[in-house]
């Protein structure tokens, strides 16, 4: 079985020689150092090599498998690279359905190597911190931080495939390697367990705790917070008695409403810590959704659980600014998305009500719009100061083009997340991806609460994002049904966790693939009248992505693993 191959010789020694050797973390790197005794007798040694497993850590689009322009918006309905002009792009490819098993798309063609070689470094780590010289508070700690480490990989390979081996100790040549798949059950039991076993030991908040050297490791609230989305996850339609088959590997035979009342009690535990809330405007001013902005550009605040840390740059604002802005133009939101967003009273723009002009519908809209999109007339810094981005048919540089080549397929680049200082050519800013913040948190509690049966607990998470977001009111309509309830928490996470890698996995959780990969994508036609007017019509791309039910809701397992291993069966229909 090719896992034993990742996981006990060759490729285990030469992830972590080359994987340390970039972030710093190994003194000496050949190739055996990691067996020599004195790496075990060294304290720095020692902690290095548990470092090399933060050094792996990211949700899918920040792994350092994956190049710095791609995340797995493209690979789902948020954005439309994958309709670029060459249409060969391994987005392209994955949305148009040309992967097999055999044949599968970075990042997705080594998931489950990468994923496993970290979980072989973590369980050695475990068994071997003890021989070293550290502290026993350090060496209980740092036991805490591979046990949650251990978890985060697990819980990645889990919604990528189900139920997965599991594996919690270093295996032997000598061992049973050809091992099965264990069920998808065993497996949130297991991540579970680590992660209660790990948070009563780790810091609440290094900062705090005078250990500022160490923020952005593994702390209490990141355990609870990743068990909250594990158990979230279990509890959704694709794992609660809605897998393909009724094997117990691809999730609950039977559904259990008691699975989400478990999801909401975790995240219950997150918010009853009283560490975290949400980034506010200054002075509480949220009106221009301040607060949400520069969450992502300030390095400790009270709302990330566990962010990527990095130093000054501007590589989101390279990758995904327009043309005109220095950027790569990488991809154009989707118009789709875009119309989620409410108006500013927290109407839907379908709600006749709401004020929603289509002939000017980039007026009085969500607060968060405005930071999340760049749009026709939308201000961005340039060479000559503080310009309008152009996005109307065939406006030089940034405007739309059909057919298209060049400038934006959809009449919209994204904004979020990026500095508002910076271009693709100039300044620099630090860029804090979150692992785990705290909105997610309320979002999952809301959902949860909801899909247990109690809407009407749900309004107080709801309304805690609505307000930082900058609706006024923000309240939700009171006496929602169940079903009216799960629209607005569903279009609530596609705003607020947009190009955060949540919607790739929530359109599979939900089951609704069909419904969005198999809807066109939208795009804004802006045709320019006059010095200052325009007219806007939407219009649907012509290459509809493919989505086979219910064969893509999980990924296949890579069909060379299947190929060498005589009792791991792969996923349905793959």
Known sequence: MKISRYLIVSAFLAVISTGCKKEGVLKNDTQTDIFDADVWTDSVKTTQVLTSVYADLGPESMLTRINTSNSLSEFTDESDERWTATNVSPASAFQKGNYSASSLPDPFNNIWSNSYKSIRKACLFLSKVEESPLSPAMKKRMKAEALFLRAWYYHILMKHYAGVPLIDKVLSITEDVDLPRNTFEECVNFVVKDLDAAAPDLPVDYIASGLGQDYGRATKGACLALKARVLLHAASPLFNGGAAEPNPVFGYPAYDQNRWVKAAEAAKAVMDMGVYSLVQGTNGDNSTAQGYYNLFLT????????????????????????????????????????????????????????????????????????????????????????????????????????????????????????????????????????????????????????????????????????????????????????????????????????????????????????????????????????????????????????????????????????????????????
């Open 299 to 574: 390095r400790i605040n009270t709302e990330m659980i566990l962010p990527r840390l990095s130093a000054s740059n501007r590589t989101l604002e390279n990758s995904h600014l327009p043309t005109s802005r220095g950027g790569a133009n990488h991809n154009n939101p989707n118009g789709d998305y875009v119309n989620t967003f409410p108006m500013k009273n927290g109407k839907p723009i379908t709600d006749p009500s709401s004020g929603y002009n289509p002939q000017n519908p980039y007026v009085n809209r969500d607060p968060r719009f405005y930071r999340s999109v760049l749009y026709n007339g939308a201000i961005w810094a340039s060479s000559s100061g503080d310009q309008p981005v152009y996005t109307y048919l065939n406006a030089p540089q940034d405007g739309l083009s059909m057919p298209f080549v060049g400038g934006t397929q959809s009449g919209y680049f994204n904004r979020k997340m990026m500095s508002e200082g910076v271009t693709g050519t100039t300044g620099g800013a630090q860029h804090f991806f979150p692992f785990l913040r705290y909105a997610e948190v309320l979002l999952n509690y809301a959902e949860a609460l909801n899909e247990s049966g109690k809407t009407a607990e749900a309004y107080a998470p709801m309304a805690l994002i609505r307000q930082r977001a900058g609706l006024v009111p923000f309240e939700l309509p009171s006496g929602l049904t169940q079903e009216q309830m799960r629209k607005f928490i569903r279009d609530e996470r596609r705003i607020e966790l947009s190009y955060e890698d949540h919607r790739f996995w929530d359109i599979r959780r939900w089951k609704i693939g069909a419904s969005t990969y198999g809807k066109p994508l939208r795009g804004m036609k802006i045709v320019k009248t006059g010095a200052t007017t325009y007219t806007y019509e939407e219009f649907d791309f012509t290459k509809p992505s493919v989505f086979i039910e219910p064969k893509m809701n999980l990924l296949p397992i890579p069909q060379q693993q299947i190929n060498i291993s005589t009792k791991l069966i792969q996923n349905p229909e793959w």
